[in-house]
């Protein structure tokens, strides 16, 4: 089984950078996506091999890895942003999720 | 646009297979990976399994043998069992879509079936 590793919680003032850590062993040598879930809703997709926004993803989210880390990086963070984000990988041919992350804007 | 729709029963039994279908629409099913993933309440994503418009399957070997999926591409429809369920299977089901040629992530996903084991 593969581990991922995500801070439980992240806070930070509206419109400052938020950055988000998702650790595993050789992270960096897979795709890492990251998903952003509100309360009652579906994930979705902001971040897909590693670094690139699906369409309709605001430029304010960024992904970055290398070594063992994952970040993701939101900046000029607004309050819609609060939600829990969710990094993920695949290790021999099954998906793994980190813990998730709430992120509080405050 | 692609929308992904869960249906099934809300309460399963105990020792019980639990049963869950995804329509799709809007889309085709190939090229595509056809996914469950659940989130028990107040936790995270755990990843069930896919099967590949192929028809091939792989499962979360965390799971041991009880998940398995199909598909009906007749009726843009997979669907889930997982036998043997206990109160640790409680949670929301939800159906996604993995993109294994673009995105390769899970870009659409349905809005998920809350599933409560009990007796």
């Known amino acids: 089984s593969y581990e991922l590793i995500q801070p439980p919680s992240v806070s930070v003032s509206p419109g400052q950078t938020a950055s988000i850590t998702c650790s595993g062993d050789?992270?960096?040598?897979?795709?890492v996506c990251w998903y952003q879930q509100k309360p009652g809703q579906s994930p979705v997709l902001v971040i897909h091999q590693d670094r690139k926004r699906p369409s309709g993803i605001p430029e304010r989210f960024s992904g970055s890895s290398s070594g063992n880390t994952a970040t993701l990086t939101i900046s000029g963070t607004q309050s819609m942003d609060e939600a829990d984000y969710y990094c993920q990988a695949w290790d021999s041919s099954a998906a793994f999720f980190g813990g998730g992350t709430k992120l509080t804007v405050l | 646009q692609v929308q992904l729709q869960e249906s099934g029963p809300g309460l399963v039994k105990p020792s019980e297979t639990l049963s869950l279908s995804c329509t799709v629409s809007g889309g085709s099913i190939s090229p595509f990976y056809w996914t469950w993933i659940r989130q028990p309440p107040g936790k995270g994503l755990e990843w069930i399994g896919y099967?590949?418009?192929?028809?091939?399957?792989y499962y979360n070997p965390s799971l041991k043998s009880r998940p398995s999926i199909s598909l009906d591409t007749s009726k843009n429809q997979f669907s889930l069992g997982l036998t043997s369920v206990t109160a640790a299977d409680t949670a929301i089901y939800y159906c996604a879509r993995y993109d294994s040629t673009d995105y390769l992530a899970f870009d659409y996903w349905g809005q998920g079936t809350p599933v409560t084991v009990s007796s």
């Open positions: 050789k992270l960096g040598d897979k795709y």
């Open positions: 099967i590949k418009y192929s028809g091939s399957t």
